[in-house]
C-alpha cells in the first residue's frame, strides 16, 4: 500500500515536470527575444559624431578627385594648346621654306632663260655669218678654209645634219652632209653650202618651236604628241628640255632628222600620225582612254 502510494507521486511529480519545464524554456526564449529586440536598436542608432566625420570624410574625397580631375583637364588642354602652338610653327617655318624654295626655283628659271637667251643670241650672230660677207666668197665648198665653214658645220649638227667634226676645213664629209640637207629641203643638191643653203639653216634656227622659246602653236602640238604616246609633257606655250627630249624620241622613231626643233616636216609627222590613229581602222593604246573619256561623258556603250 505505501509502495502504492509511492509510485503515486513519484508518477505525479514527474507529469508536473514535463508541463512546466517546456514552459519555463518557452517563456525564457520569449525574455531573450525581447531583450535582444530592445538591445536592436540600441545597436543599430548612429552616432550623430560619426555620421558628420564621415561625411566630410566623403566630402574630402569628392573635393580631392574634383581637384585632381580639374588639373588632369587643365594638363590636357596646356597639353593641345602646346601642341598647337608647336603645329602653327611647323607650318609658319614650312610656309618660310616653301616661300624661300619658289624664291629660289623662280631665280632659277629667270637665270636659266636668261643663259638661253644668250645662247639664242649667240647662235643668231654665228648664223648669219654668210650674210656679213661678200656674195664672191659664196659658195662654201669642198677644199675651202674659213671661219664660216665653222659656222656651218655647228649649224647643220644642231639642225640634225650631224656627227661633222667642227674644224675650218670643208671637206667630202662636210660636203655629203650639205647634200643630205639640200634633198631633204627641196633645195638645189649641190653639196656646195650656197646662199639659200645658208638661208633655210637661219630659218629653221630662228624658229619658235625649239628649246628655249615660247609659240602658242606649241598647245596643239604638245597634245597630239601626248595623245600619240610621246606624253606626260605639260601643255604650255614654253619649248623646254623634256619638250625637246621627247621631240628627238619622235624624230627617231619617224626616221626623221634628230634636231628636237619642231621643223615643217616634224610638224606634219606629227599631225599625220594623230590623224592615221584617231580615225576607223587606226590601233592605239591611247584608243582606249579615248574610248573610257567618251563613255564617262555619257557618249558611251563604246567597247
Do not use: C
Amino acid at each position: 500500500m505505501k509502495v502504492r502510494k509511492r509510485i503515486i507521486v513519484l508518477l505525479t511529480i514527474f507529469f508536473t515536470l514535463s508541463i512546466s519545464l517546456p514552459t519555463a524554456v518557452a517563456n525564457e526564449g520569449e525574455e531573450q527575444q525581447d531583450i535582444d529586440s530592445e538591445q536592436a536598436p540600441e545597436d543599430q542608432v548612429d552616432d550623430p559624431a560619426e555620421d558628420e566625420a564621415s561625411q566630410e570624410n566623403e566630402q574630402a574625397d569628392e573635393d580631392n578627385s574634383s581637384i585632381e580631375l580639374e588639373a588632369e583637364q587643365e594638363e590636357v588642354t596646356n597639353e593641345e594648346g602646346r601642341d598647337n602652338e608647336r603645329e602653327s610653327q611647323y607650318e609658319e617655318e614650312r610656309d618660310n621654306e616653301d616661300e624661300q624654295q619658289q624664291g629660289i626655283d623662280s631665280e632659277q628659271v629667270l637665270e636659266k632663260q636668261s643663259e638661253l637667251e644668250q645662247e639664242n643670241d649667240q647662235d643668231k650672230k654665228e648664223i648669219s655669218t654668210w650674210s656679213t660677207q661678200s656674195t664672191t666668197s659664196l659658195p662654201l665648198q669642198e677644199g675651202d678654209r674659213s671661219d664660216q665653214v665653222i659656222a656651218l658645220k655647228k649649224n647643220l649638227n644642231k639642225v640634225g645634219f650631224g656627227q661633222i667634226k667642227v674644224t675650218d676645213y670643208y671637206g667630202a664629209f662636210t660636203t655629203k652632209r650639205v647634200k643630205e640637207f639640200q634633198k631633204y629641203y627641196g633645195l638645189k643638191v649641190t653639196g656646195k653650202a650656197d646662199a639659200s643653203t645658208f638661208d633655210k639653216i637661219d630659218e629653221l634656227l630662228s624658229s619658235p618651236l625649239q628649246q628655249g622659246k615660247r609659240h602658242d602653236s606649241l598647245i596643239p602640238l604638245k597634245k597630239k604628241l601626248n595623245w600619240t604616246g610621246y606624253g606626260n609633257i605639260k601643255v604650255t606655250t614654253y619649248f623646254g628640255t623634256f619638250m625637246e627630249e621627247k621631240v628627238k624620241h619622235f624624230q627617231q622613231d619617224q626616221g626623221l632628222p634628230v634636231s628636237g626643233m619642231i621643223d615643217e616636216k616634224t610638224e606634219q609627222s606629227i599631225n599625220d600620225l594623230f590623224s592615221s590613229t584617231f580615225q576607223r581602222g587606226g590601233r592605239h593604246e591611247k584608243i582606249m582612254t579615248l574610248k573610257e573619256s567618251l563613255n564617262q561623258l555619257g557618249f558611251g556603250e563604246i567597247k
